[in-house]
C-alpha cells in the first residue's frame, strides 16, 4: 500500500505522517504521532474512548481517515488542558472529573472530557437531562455515570463563573 | 520546629474525600496503559481461534506464514505444552490448544510480526486441519454424557460437584408454614472492563523475560510464565501499568499474557498483543450461566426455618476459577441471614464454550437473585412486610455461622433501616399505582478469601516503607491499583498514622521486581488486607520515630503524638519536632528508616474442615440493602427502573467519594444484568461480542443511584474498614425483579428481566384470571 504524507492540525500544532489513505485517525494518533491519551475500547464505534474534537465537533476517531481531517482543526484529550487559564492548568472539565470522582480507572475518561468539553461549549448550563444525552455515545464500566454527572455539573459551574467553586450540592432524583 | 501553633490541626487523612493518586494524569491523556506503551523494535502478536467447538487439531502447517515477509515468529501447542490454571487443581489448558480444542475461539496458534496488517495475514496462512467432534453446549446434556468428554478425566464433564447439609433442613421445612420451590435462570455476562486486555513482553539479551500486562494478579502471572516458560521466577519480571479496570476478567492468568512471553522468546524480541472486543468476550471468564432449583419455607412469624439450593453452573471448556465459582454459591446462600438448616448441592459443568471466571460478586449474585426473590413471595404469602421478614431473620453478631463463616461485624440491620427510611419504603410498597412498583434485597460479600488460591502459611500480602533522612516516604506494595483507588488507600493509611500529609508519600506498586508479594485484585481483598499490612510497617515506623524524639525531647514517648508533620507532646504543642527531624533522629547512622508491614488472616477465620469449607471464610463480611423503583409498561412489558437507593456497610469508608464510587457501580452492573445484559450463544458461537449488540447500559437507561454508606467498625478491618467494590451488586437484581411484583403481579424467574418476558408473565397472568388487571400485588 502507497504511503502518503498526511498533515494534520493536532492541539494547535501541524504534523506531518506518511501512512496509507485507509490509516484510522485513531491509529495515526496513537501511533504516528505517539498521543496515546485516546483510547481503544472496542472495535465497533461504540464505546466513545476515542473520541477527539474536530473543528470542536465531537466524532470518533476510530470511525475517521487521517487522510480525511486534514482540513479540521483536531483536538484530543492532551489538548484540552491550558485553553482555559494558561499552560499548566486543567480545563474545567478535568477539574471536574478529578475533584468528583468522575474518573475511576480513566480508560473512558479521555471520551467523556471531549463530551463534556463539546457539551459545555454549546449549552454552558445543562439540565441533568442534557447531560445524560450528550454523555449517551461514551460507555463506562466503572462509575455507575452519577459521579460523572456531577463532574460536569462541576465543569458547568467552573465555566459559568470562570472562578474557583465550592462542591456543589450532590444530584438527586426529584422527589428527594 | 519553634512553633506548632502557626499551622492549624490537620485534618483526619482517613474518612476524608481524598482525590485518587493518578486522576489528574488520567484526565490530562498521560495515564499509560499497557497498550499505550511501545519500545523499539516491537513486533505486534495475534492469535488464531479455533472456529469449531470442539475438534481434535491433526496438524498445523506454518510454513506459509513464516514464508511470508515480516513474520518473526509463529506459536503452537508444541511451543508451551505446560498446562496451567488459576486453581492448582484445575491446571487444565494450555496456552495454545495441545490436542483439541474444546470451544470456538481456543487458542490454537499466534503469530508475531512486523506489523498488525502482516501478522493478521500471516493467520490467514496458517493451515490447521481439524476432525471435529460432537459438542455440548447446555449443561444439563453436558452432565449426563456417556462419550466425547471436554477433558477425559473429568467423567461426564462435571468438573466439581459438592454437597452439603448443615443442621436438618428437612425437619426445618415441617416446621415452616409456608413453603416455595422454584426454578430460576440467570443468562451469561461478561464483565466488559472498558480496557481490552493488553500484554506486552519483552524478551531481554540477558535472557530475561519482562512483561507489562493489564492484570489483576500480577504475583500469579508471575508464577504462571515461570511455570510455562519453564524459568525461574527471578528471570522474569512482571509490571502492571494502570489498568482500565477489571471486575475479575483479568484476575486469572489470560491466554494472551503466555502467548506473548512465548511468541518474544521465540523471536527474541518485544511482543505486544492487545485483544480486540470480540477476543474479550470469547476470553471471557466472566458470570456463568446458572441454573437455581431452590427450595425455602418461613414460619408465619416470618422466620426462615430452611433452604435447600441445587445450583448448576454452565462453566465452558476449562476449570479457571469454576470449583470456586460454585462454593461462593452456596457458601453464602445462608450466612446472611440466621437460618438453622441448609443444603447445597453444586454442579460445576463443562461445556464447549469459553470458560467462565470470577466476575463482580463471584459466584453469588445469581443465587442471591434467587433468594431474595424467594424471600420477598413468601414474604407476600404470609402476608408479611418484605422488610420486616428481613428484620426478623438478622444474624446476632458476633457469631459464626452454621457452615462456619465467623462475622465479626453486620450492619445489615441498619442498611434495613437507612433504606427503607431514605427510599420511602412504607409509603410506596404496594401503594404505587398499577404499572409502578418498588422492591426490597439485601446482600453480602467477603472482605478478600481467608484462603489463599495456593494453599501456603505466608502473609497474603508485605509492603515495605522506607523513609530516608530528608523525611522522604516510599511505601512498596504490590497490589494492584485496577481503577478502584486502591493505591490512593494505602497512601492516605500510611499518611494516617504516620500523620503527615499524603503529599509526602511516594508510592511503588505492582513490580514484581521491586515490590513484595502481594496475592492480587480479587474477593475484594486489597482495603482489608493490604490496608491491614501498610497499618502494621506504618505503626512499627512510627513508634521507632517516636521513640528518637522522646530520647531527643526527653518525655516518654506515649506522650508523644504524630500529627500535621510534627512530632509534638500531648501536653505542651511546644515540645516537639518535626517528622524530618525525628525520622533522621530514628535513621541514625542508618541509610534510611525500613519497615516491613504483613497481613495474614487470622486462624479462626479460616473456615470449618469439610470438602470445600475452604471458599467463603474472610475475615469480615460487607453488606448491603437496596430499593429499586419500577415503572412497567403494561403493553409492552418493557421495564424502566427509575430510583434505586443502596446502601452497604463497608465498616468505614476511608475515602467516601471511592467508596460510593464502588457502590454505584456495583448498582449499576447489577442493573445491566438485571435489564439487559446477556451473553446469546448458538451452537457455541456468540450471536453478540460487542459493546453494542451485548448493550452495556448507557446514560440513558442507567436508573437514579443513590448511595448510602453505612459503618459498622469492624474491629479487625484497618479503621474497621472491609470491602465496598463487590458486595452491592447481588441486590440489585432480586430488588427489581420484586419491584416489577410490586408494580404488575408477576415473578420473573429469568434474569435478564426482558420486555418479552415480562409481557408473557402479565398476559399469562391475565389468561389464568380473565378479565383481571394485572394487580396481585396491590
Redesign the interface.
Known sequence: MPEDAIRLSVNGETREIHAPPHRLLLDAL??DLG??????????S??G?CAILADGVPILSCAALAVSCQDCEIT???G??GTESGPDS?DPA?QG?????G????????GF?VSTVALLRRNPNPSLDE???A??????????????YESVQYAAQKYLTRAPQQPIPR???A?? | MTDAHATPPAPSVIGNPAVILDARAKVAGRGSYTDDLSVPGMLIGRILHSPHAHARILSIDASRALALPGVAAVASGSDAPVPYGILPIGHDECVFAVDKARYIGDNVAAVAASSAEIAERALDLLRVEYEPLPAWFDPEQSMCAESHWIHQDRPRNIEKEYHHVFGDPEAGFGRADFLASERYFAGEVNHAAMEPHATLAIWDPDERLIVYSSTQVPYYLHRTLSEVCDMPMSRIRVIKPLVGSGFGGKSEVNPLEVAAAVLARKAKKPVKIVYTREEVFYAHRGRPRTIVDLKAGITREGKLSAVVARVVQDGGAYCGFGPVTVLYSGALLGAIYDIPNVRFDGYRVLTNKPACGAMRGHGTVNVRFAFEAMLDRLACDANLDPADVRRRNLLRAPCTTPNGLRVTSYGLPECIERVVEQSGWSQKRGKLPLGRGIGIACSHYVSGAANPIVRSKLPHTTVNLRIARDGAVTLYSGAADIGQGSDTMQIQIVAEVLGIRPARIKLVAADTELTPMDLGSYSSRVTFMVGNACLDAARKARSRIVEAAAARLNCPATALKAANEVISSERDANTCLSFAEAAALAIGSDEALVTQGVYAPPAEARGGDFKGAGVGPSPSYSYSTQTAEVTVDLETGHVRVDRIVAAHDCGKALNPPAVEGQIIGSVYMGFGQAMQEEMIWCDGRLMNPSLLEYRLPTTLENPHIKSIIVESLDPEGPFGAKEAGEGSLAATIPAIANAIYDAVGVRINSIPFSAEKVLAAIREKERRVPGAAPDGAK
Open positions: 496513537r501511533e498521543l496515546t491519551g485516546s483510547k481503544r475500547g472496542c472495535d465497533d461504540s464505546c474512548a484530543t484529550v492532551e484540552l488542558a486543567l478535568q472529573f478529578v475533584e468528583c470522582a474518573a475511576q480507572c480513566g480508560f473512558c475518561t479521555p472530557l447531560i445524560r444525552e454523555l449517551s455515545s461514551n460507555l463506562c464500566r466503572c462509575t455507575g455515570y452519577m459521579q460523572i444530584i438527586e432524583a422527589d428527594d
